[in-house]
């Protein structure tokens, strides 16, 4: 196995090679992204362009290429599993961790065929970028000290995705790579034009070279001063379970999303951008659902900056793409095509694929939408002031009731005392999550009832709560009264709110639901 100091490509020639490689695939501690590009057995070179793969991902990954479909072989034999072997041209994203061993789809396989070798090669970069927006990979530029000096530069453009172009103070221009900056994401995501930066210039023949120090930042201190409370800014999703998910405001700014009641999967997918208004404790950044409208821009990676999250990303579940299933369909072979049934087969499958991706994308569009749909249902207009549930209730409720009740009838219509029962929040939530209604609205039907305003609504259709069909009223050993009323009207499976009247007056609110669920 032969390796380029310079720019990190392996060449795997043999069995040694391979079993090196291997190891490197199999290092725990390893940081960095690998990518193993493989050779067909009917080729002489690969068909992908590791060429413009070097290029674009200068130093923010390793790649490997096996020079002969026999090397390829081997390293099946070695992984002990076909599902993450690479093959027949294809190449493969192996990322750090052990994740991929046991789920193949952690290691996307792209295949590629003569004639598409860069766009496969795009599809890489674009992967590679995606596995490194975590933080720590830190990538240290090879200079000798004698060849650079001290200087200071503006930025002047960005021609590519992995480079910046400067002007230091002494009126040269230089390249500097966006892995030096910051690895694993594209270069103008990192920084914008006329933003200063200081470092070292190294001058060569037609172009000089351009070293940045590394940026004095504290993420957390400047998330704070830019979003205060109640501000709402872009979030990407990170991960994300059916009980829980991990959102970043910047890679080093966690934010915990406030109690959900419904699936999160059904809310979110990995890699979402999403709105989100912020609440900052001791210690903590809380987030509630907010609406893309509020949204001011996202936050920079770097101070001085662009913002580094777009409204309209897609994550990498929307990269696997139809390479994923392609791959666990395929078997391996001893048939042996004559070359016009190969071109032939490889026409339709082209075709097949294609065609597969069209479906697929229509499909991610649609689930998006319903997905954002969704998240815009539950994201109250009202802000976020308060991290307990209770109290943030009470603030909107009061809100409600200050917006919609003119002060002249505030002497006709006084909100009064009122209680939360036990359950009363859960129920909420669960009817907010399920969809079909908004938690605004079921704020606003509250204060109307708390303020004596609901009666006076014929819509609303107040009636007391029956113990059966034909039975009295329910009462409870204290007095309290039940009562029910509409939380909408004309609508399917139409929302209902419970709540008990006590002997003082005061209202308590019991619980919320579906009409044929028995509210």
Same mark, same amino acid.
């Given at each position: 196995?032969?390796?380029?100091?310079?720019?990190?490509?392996?060449?795997?020639?043999?069995?040694?090679?391979?079993?090196?490689?291997?190891?490197?695939?199999?290092?725990?501690?390893?940081?960095?992204?690998?990518?193993?590009?493989?050779?067909?057995?009917?080729?002489?070179?690969?068909?992908?362009d590791?060429?413009?793969?070097?290029?674009?991902?200068?130093d923010?990954?390793?790649?490997?290429?096996?020079?002969?479909?026999?090397?390829?072989?081997?390293?099946t034999?070695?992984?002990?599993?076909?599902?993450?072997?690479?093959?027949?041209?294809?190449?493969?994203?192996y990322?750090?961790?052990?994740?991929?061993?046991?789920?193949?789809?952690a290691?996307?396989?792209?295949?590629?065929?003569?004639?598409?070798?860069?766009?496969?090669?795009?599809?890489i970069?674009?992967?590679?970028?995606?596995?490194?927006?975590?933080?720590?990979?830190?990538?240290?530029?090879?200079?000798?000290?004698? /060849?650079?000096?001290?200087?200071? #530069?503006? =930025?002047?453009?960005?021609?590519?995705d %992995?480079?910046? &172009? +400067?002007?230091?103070? !002494?009126?040269?221009?230089?390249?500097?790579?966006?892995?030096?900056?910051?690895?694993?994401?594209?270069?103008?995501?990192?920084?914008?034009?006329?933003?200063?930066?200081?470092?070292?210039?190294r001058?060569?023949?037609?172009?000089?070279d351009?070293?940045?120090?590394?940026?004095?930042?504290?993420?957390?201190?400047?998330a704070?001063?830019?979003?205060? /409370?109640?501000?709402?800014?872009? #979030?990407? =999703?990170?991960?994300?379970?059916?009980? %829980?998910?991990? &959102? +970043?405001?910047?890679? !080093?700014?966690?934010?915990?999303?406030?109690?959900?009641?419904?699936?999160?999967?059904?809310?979110f997918?990995?890699g979402?951008?999403?709105?989100?208004?912020?609440?900052?404790?001791?210690?903590?950044?809380?987030?509630?659902?907010?609406?893309?409208?509020?949204?001011?821009?996202?936050?920079?990676?770097?101070?001085?900056?662009?913002?580094?999250?777009?409204?309209?990303?897609?994550?990498?579940?929307?990269?696997?793409?139809a390479?994923?299933?392609?791959?666990?369909?395929?078997?391996?072979? !001893?048939?042996?095509?004559?070359?016009?049934?190969?071109?032939?087969?490889?026409?339709?499958?082209?075709?097949?694929?294609?065609?597969?991706?069209?479906?697929?994308?229509?499909?991610?569009?649609?689930?998006?939408?319903?997905?954002?749909?969704?998240?815009?249902?539950?994201?109250?207009?009202?802000?976020?002031?308060?991290?307990?549930?209770?109290?943030q209730?009470?603030?909107?409720?009061?809100?409600?009731?200050?917006?919609?009740?003119?002060e002249?009838?505030?002497?006709?219509?006084?909100?009064?005392?009122?209680?939360?029962?036990?359950?009363?929040?859960?129920?909420?939530?669960?009817?907010?999550?399920?969809?079909?209604?908004?938690?605004?609205?079921?704020?606003?039907?509250?204060?109307?009832?708390?303020?004596?305003?609901?009666?006076?609504?014929?819509?609303r259709?107040?009636?007391?709560?029956?113990?059966?069909?034909?039975?009295?009223?329910?009462?409870?050993?204290?007095?309290?009264?039940?009562?029910?009323?509409r939380?909408?009207?004309?609508?399917?499976?139409?929302?209902?709110?419970?709540?008990?009247?006590?002997?003082?007056?005061?209202?308590?609110?019991?619980?919320?639901?579906?009409?044929?669920?028995?509210?």
């Amino acid at each position: 196995m032969e390796e380029s100091p310079k720019l990190s490509v392996i060449h795997v020639a043999d069995r040694a090679g391979v079993e090196t490689l291997a190891q490197i695939l199999f290092d725990d501690v390893r940081t960095d992204v690998v990518v193993v590009v493989s050779t067909s057995g009917k080729a002489s070179a690969p068909y992908l362009d590791v060429q413009w793969l070097i290029d674009e991902l200068e130093d923010s990954a390793r790649i490997a290429v096996l020079d002969s479909a026999s090397v390829a072989l081997h390293l099946t034999q070695i992984l002990d599993d076909e599902r993450l072997s690479v093959f027949g041209g294809a190449g493969r994203v192996y990322p750090p961790g052990a994740e991929w061993r046991s789920d193949p789809y952690a290691a996307p396989l792209f295949f590629c065929y003569p004639g598409q070798g860069r766009l496969t090669a795009e599809k890489i970069a674009s992967c590679v970028r995606l596995m490194s927006y975590r933080p720590g990979a830190a990538v240290v530029p090879r200079i000798d000290a004698a /060849d650079v000096v001290e200087t200071t #530069a503006e =930025v002047i453009g960005c021609p590519s995705d %992995s480079q910046v &172009l +400067v002007r230091t103070e !002494d009126g040269l221009t230089c390249k500097m790579l966006a892995v030096h900056l910051y690895p694993g994401v594209e270069a103008g995501r990192l920084v914008r034009k006329g933003q200063r930066l200081s470092g070292k210039e190294r001058i060569a023949t037609l172009m000089g070279d351009f070293f940045p120090d590394p940026v004095g930042d504290d993420p957390r201190e400047r998330a704070q001063q830019e979003f205060p /409370d109640g501000s709402v800014s872009l #979030a990407l =999703v990170e991960s994300v379970t059916p009980d %829980s998910s991990k &959102l +970043v405001l910047h890679p !080093d700014v966690p934010v915990e999303l406030l109690h959900r009641a419904e699936d999160l999967t059904f809310l979110f997918s990995q890699g979402d951008v999403v709105p989100v208004e912020l609440i900052w404790e001791e210690g903590r950044v809380l987030a509630d659902l907010a609406r893309f409208e509020e949204a001011g821009p996202a936050m920079s990676l770097l101070p001085g900056g662009p913002p580094w999250l777009r409204p309209d990303e897609m994550g990498p579940e929307d990269m696997k793409g139809a390479d994923g299933e392609t791959e666990q369909s395929l078997e391996f072979s !001893d048939h042996v095509m004559d070359p016009d049934e190969a071109i032939a087969t490889i026409s339709l499958l082209t075709d097949l694929q294609k065609r597969n991706e069209s479906v697929i994308e229509q499909l991610r569009t649609e689930i998006r939408a319903m997905k954002k749909e969704r998240r815009e249902t539950q994201a109250s207009q009202r802000p976020r002031v308060h991290a307990d549930e209770e109290d943030q209730f009470r603030f909107e409720l009061q809100l409600s009731y200050l917006t919609r009740v003119q002060e002249s009838e505030r002497l006709q219509y006084p909100l009064g005392e009122y209680f939360l029962g036990r359950g009363f929040l859960v129920s909420l939530n669960s009817l907010v999550a399920a969809g079909g209604i908004g938690r605004d609205k079921v704020v606003d039907v509250c204060a109307d009832v708390v303020c004596g305003r609901a009666a006076a609504i014929s819509s609303r259709r107040v009636k007391p709560w029956l113990t059966s069909k034909r039975g009295p009223q329910e009462t409870r050993p204290d007095g309290a009264a039940a009562w029910r009323i509409r939380l909408q009207v004309n609508s399917s499976s139409a929302r209902r709110m419970k709540y008990w009247i006590r002997t003082d007056r005061s209202v308590e609110f019991d619980s919320v639901g579906v009409h044929d669920d028995g509210i």
